[in-house]
């Protein structure tokens, strides 16, 4: 991409691009393993894109509802009752989005006013600094530290203000794979009790959980439905990222200030995905219990090879990420790593420092993705292992 020009607007400055064409763009032109942007080798259900090439020849290729077809935010209500036991009303309480992307976007731009502040771990998913900032909003962020990337609820505590206005939470947490527990979610769900504050929650990873790990909704904790956005995304549940089909569900006036600003985006999304992944859902949940497994191997080999290699690991819980500490190798700049990386190992992985305020906390922390071929994973690791890492 060309360098911006003063031409750019100042809502963009400071706001670096998006790590992940960045890196992939790396990958693509050294020819590396590509072990940093998560999507997966493999597309997600035969019968899912049989549905979506059929719903293009049947003339779903017009504008959809803004809120999405009926189908798919039924379809999206039975999904979140079977699971969870929340009851939704498809009609009110559905929205759906051009991914999670957009339902981030559309949340924090519809709930957060200039000065307004957004607590938000730390480290995040890029899009939510990006889009506090272009809501005029400030961010404060609670880290989840290393090694074991739980939440400090202390810290939860200590950073809430009389300008806070929003918790933005995601468990299963990228890039740590950290799963929140019962106690955790029971802090988050104190906190905006006690200060009257609406939860945005990103579950995007929600069916990416492993061993022993439950992913608990917010939601679903007692005082928490009214005031709680819960966002997900059938990128990550039905391995199809480029379709961008989201969702946020929630109480009546959380997804009107959501649609308020989703219809100024994109008005509507895909319409010829929604039939499809409404089926998806009413019939392909073996589908992310079959994933989960081979993620499981994936994970288990990428993390044993890392540690291997000297790298501080942490086994995550869910998600399909794992976040490694680089210090051992001599490397203080995860970036500098990342960059190095493609050269010296022909593997491309995500430098993590630019996901924290706290830069002695991150910055030479490494996300590296495991929802690639296992071959692609055995190979990266290979590569890896003949390599020179040691910093110098
Ligand atoms: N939230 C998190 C935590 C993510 O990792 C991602 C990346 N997929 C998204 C949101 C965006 O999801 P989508 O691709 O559906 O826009
Ligand atoms: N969510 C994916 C990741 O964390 C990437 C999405 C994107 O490239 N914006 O790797």
Not at 48 to 60: D, F, W
Not at 250 to 258: E, I, K, V, Y
């Amino acid at each position: 991409m060309a360098a911006p020009t003063d031409r750019q607007a100042r809502r963009l400055d400071g706001i670096p691009p998006t790590i992940f064409t960045r890196m992939s763009a790396l990958a693509m032109r050294t020819g590396a393993i590509n072990l940093g942007q998560g999507f997966p080798d493999q597309d997600g259900p035969a019968s899912v894109i049989e549905r979506a090439a059929q719903a293009l020849h049947q003339g779903a290729n017009q504008y959809a509802p803004g809120s999405g077809i009926l189908e798919l935010r039924e379809a999206i209500a039975a999904h979140q009752h079977a699971h969870y036991g929340i009851e939704l009303d498809p009609r009110h309480e559905v929205v759906v989005t051009t991914g999670a992307t957009e339902a981030i976007a559309a949340a924090i731009l519809g709930l957060v006013d200039p000065g307004d502040e957004v607590v938000v771990l730390e480290p995040w998913y890029d899009s939510y600094p990006a889009m506090i900032a272009f809501a005029g909003g400030v961010r404060r962020a609670v880290t989840l530290r290393g090694p074991d990337f739980r939440l400090d609820t202390d810290e939860l505590r200590a950073a809430i203000t009389g300008r806070t206005k929003l918790l933005l939470i995601n468990s299963p947490h990228n890039p740590t794979g950290t799963v929140l527990d019962r106690a955790e979610l029971q802090a988050i769900a104190d906190v905006a009790i006690e200060h009257d504050l609406v939860v945005v929650t990103d579950e995007v990873y929600e069916h990416l959980t492993f061993d022993d790990a439950v992913h608990v909704p917010l939601a679903t904790l007692p005082g928490m439905r009214e005031r709680t956005l819960t966002l997900s995304s059938a990128g990550k549940m039905f391995s199809l990222t480029g379709w961008k089909i989201g969702w946020a569900t929630g109480p009546r006036d959380l997804t009107a200030a959501l649609m308020g600003a989703k219809q100024w985006l994109s008005f509507c999304s895909g319409s010829a995905f929604q039939p499809a992944i409404a089926h998806a859902l009413r019939h392909e949940s073996g589908f992310y219990a079959r994933l989960r497994e081979e993620l499981r191997g994936n994970r288990d080999l990428l993390c044993a090879g890392l540690a291997e290699l000297g790298m501080d690991v942490r086994v995550p819980e869910g998600t399909y990420f794992v976040c490694t500490d680089v210090a051992g190798l001599g490397w203080q700049d995860s970036a500098e790593f990342c960059q190095a990386l493609p050269e010296r190992a022909g593997v491309v992985a995500i430098p993590a420092q630019g996901f924290y305020d706290d830069q002695v906390e991150g910055r030479h922390k490494v996300r590296w993705a495991f929802c690639k071929d296992t071959e692609v994973i055995a190979e990266g690791l290979s590569r890896l292992s003949s390599a020179d890492l040691a910093r110098g």
